[in-house]
T-cell receptor, first 110, second 115 residues
């Protein structure tokens, strides 16, 4: 069964901290992995996509890594800001669908 | 607009009624997905369309749910004889063919409430 797990479920940090969100998946036969952000009552915003042949992707203060063999991905957020507060979702593409984790709820306190 | 557009943004319906939810994907995107997000739950895959291929309907929870995609563009998700457990946010996403980085872009969703 293709399952995606995200740890921690929730995280509260003071502004300025660097932090790591974790994602693990049971089936390593992935096409790609995508990190999304979801604000309350809103849709999903794509943050980073890592293709199966890649090891990492960077965008601004965000860096995502992928280790297919161990079934893991991490999202690193540098110098966190209150505006980063949201739910972060990891999604793994298998064939015709994205399988989502339950998300990490991040709160950055000012 | 340049993004995925869904309508209506909110829908309240009585139990037993049929509802139609609409998705306008990004122009040129051949892949289209429907997902459901229930309160406090993760995103649940419903159906996938890719070009002219037969859709992957493996995620549809019951035969009350159906979806079509006309002309390879606009998609409609139909729920017949709605039940209270159908209440959720229904999200649509589109992406390019797998030949390109197949980044999925999501709409803002339709919040369905069955009373």
């Amino acid at each position: 069964k293709q399952e995606v797990t995200q740890i921690p479920a929730a995280l509260s940090v003071p502004e300025g901290e660097n932090l790591v969100l974790n994602c693990s998946f049971t089936d390593s036969a992935i096409y790609n992995l995508q990190w999304f952000r979801q604000d309350p009552g809103k849709g999903l915003t794509s943050l980073l996509l890592i293709q199966s042949s890649q090891r990492e992707q960077t965008s601004g203060r965000l860096n995502a890594s992928l280790d297919k063999s161990s079934g893991r991905s991490t999202l690193y957020i540098a110098a966190s800001q209150p505006g980063d507060s949201a739910t972060y979702l990891c999604a793994v593409e298998y064939g015709n669908k994205l399988v989502f984790g339950a998300g990490t709820i991040l709160r950055v306190k000012s | 607009g340049a993004g995925v557009s869904q309508s209506p943004s909110n829908k309240v319906t009585e139990k037993g009624k049929d509802v139609e939810l609409r998705c306008d994907p990004i122009s040129g995107h051949t892949a289209l997905y429907w997902y459901r997000q229930s309160l406090g739950q993760g995103l649940e895959f419903l159906i996938y369309f890719q070009g002219n291929s037969a859709p992957d309907k493996s995620g549809l929870p019951s035969d009350r749910f159906s979806a079509e995609r006309t002309g390879g563009s606009v998609s409609t998700l139909t729920i017949q004889r709605t039940q209270q457990e159908d209440s959720a946010v229904y999200l649509c996403a589109s992406s390019l063919d797998r030949g390109s980085p197949p980044e999925a872009f999501f709409g803002q969703g339709t919040r369905l409430t069955v009373v």
